[in-house]
Each structure stands twice: as C-alpha cells, then as structure tokens.
C-alpha cells in the first residue's frame, strides 16, 4: 500500500513556466515532508522539506504548499529552468522514523 | 572521503548467487537505510537501522539480510539473488539538526540479476 502518492509521473514545462507536482498521504501520524531531486545516474538530495504546522513554504525559486486538513502537499518550481530536469520524490515521516517516499515525478524543462 | 559511500557500484551476478552491496559513512549518523529504486515504484525502503546492532525490517525486506555491527557501516546482502531484485540500490543516513531531518544519499549501486 503506497503510503504518500505522487502525481503526474511526468511532467514537461517550457522555460520560464511553472511546474507543480503534488501528494497526497494518509497518516495523521506524519510530521515531516520533505522534496527531494535525483539527476540521473545520482542519489537524490533534500531540495526543501515543511512542518505541518505552516501552510507554505518558500526557497529561491521552490515553494511547497501545505493543506493539512486535506492532507496534500505540492511543490511549485517558478521560472522553471533546464538545469532543473530531474525526478522529484515528495516525502513523509514521523521525524527521525521511517520515510515513505512517493514514485517520483520526472520533469523535463524545455529551453 | 567524508559523506556515504557505496560499493560495488555496479554488478552483475547470476540468479542463486550471493550477493553483498556495502555501505559506508563517515559522520557517524545513527540511523542508515536500504532502499531499492524501480521505475514506476520510487524508492522502496529494505531494511533501516536505528544504531549499531539495531535493525528493522521495511517496505520490502524478503530475499535481503543486514547486520550493523559498526555505526559507520550497513550492508546488504542477497543471500540467492532473483531476477526481481534487479534494481538500482541506495543507502542513506539520516542527519538532524533542529528543524530539518535529512537523509543523505550514496551514489547507488547499479545490481543486474541475470
């Protein structure tokens, strides 16, 4: 049973444009949700992580946006850019617990 | 070389064959985890452990062993490997610090079960 779905699978956006990527997850429990990026052929790396105690949070040109009671989250790319093309995996966990990752979202930008 | 490291970091081995992919960290982060990366089904956790001497099972723990005798190491073993554990394989480490919980990625090993 996926515990965090990720959703689309693949996404391709123009240079410039925004590029959204959602989850949903179901565990009250979970406390902690983290973004993370993978270039191929590299282990993925924390692009930016929220507390559900905020709604949104924003780094440079990434923000995630957080609805508790709905229990989703997304991460929103503004100016979307070629060096971004990666696959992105949304997260969750109870702190220092377990991560359940979702199956990742790979993102093409257009130049 | 500070950070995780992962070794071998491809290999191709055959169906019944042993199996043993390590993993190696140089901060000292307490918890480490095994995943296996498959298109379609992201990153599936093996097995994590908490400390030396401390492990448990995850998502997908069937056909796979570890042992963490020492903080800074965890490997995998396949004790007869199947075509279905051909993946690409990931060990991480967690490390937190007030408000962020991170878990940092080794390069991966590539594995090729034939």
């Known amino acids: 049973q996926q515990q965090v779905k990720q959703s689309p699978q693949s996404l391709i956006v123009q240079k410039g444009g925004i590029s959204i990527i959602n989850c949903a997850y179901e565990n009250t429990a979970f406390d902690y949700f983290p973004w993370y990026q993978q270039f191929p052929g590299k282990g993925p790396a924390l692009l930016i992580a929220?507390?559900?105690?905020?709604s949104e949070k924003k780094e440079g040109r990434f923000t995630i946006s957080f609805n508790k009671s709905a229990k989703q989250f997304s991460l929103h790319i503004m100016d979307s850019q070629p060096g971004d093309s990666a696959t992105y995996f949304c997260a969750a966990s109870n702190w220092e617990d377990q991560f359940y990752f979702g199956t990742g979202t790979s993102l093409t930008v257009i130049p | 070389d500070a950070g995780i490291t992962q070794s071998p970091r491809y290999k191709i081995t055959e169906t019944g064959r042993q199996v043993t992919l390590m993993c190696h960290q140089t901060?000292?982060?307490?918890?480490m985890f095994w995943y296996r990366q498959d298109l379609g089904h992201g990153l599936r956790l093996i097995y994590y452990?908490?400390?030396?001497?401390?492990?448990d099972k995850g998502e997908v723990p069937d056909g796979y062993v570890v042992s963490r005798s020492k903080t800074e190491n965890f490997p995998l073993t396949l004790e007869s490997a199947t075509r279905s554990q051909t993946s690409v394989y990931f060990c991480?480490?967690?490390?937190?610090?007030?408000?962020?919980?991170?878990?940092?990625f080794g390069p991966g090993t590539r594995l090729t079960v034939l």
């Open positions: 929220i507390r559900p105690d905020v």
């Open positions: 991480a480490s967690t490390s937190t610090r007030g408000m962020v919980n991170e878990q940092f």
């Open positions: 901060w000292s982060h307490s918890y």
């Open positions: 452990s908490a400390a030396a001497d401390i492990t």
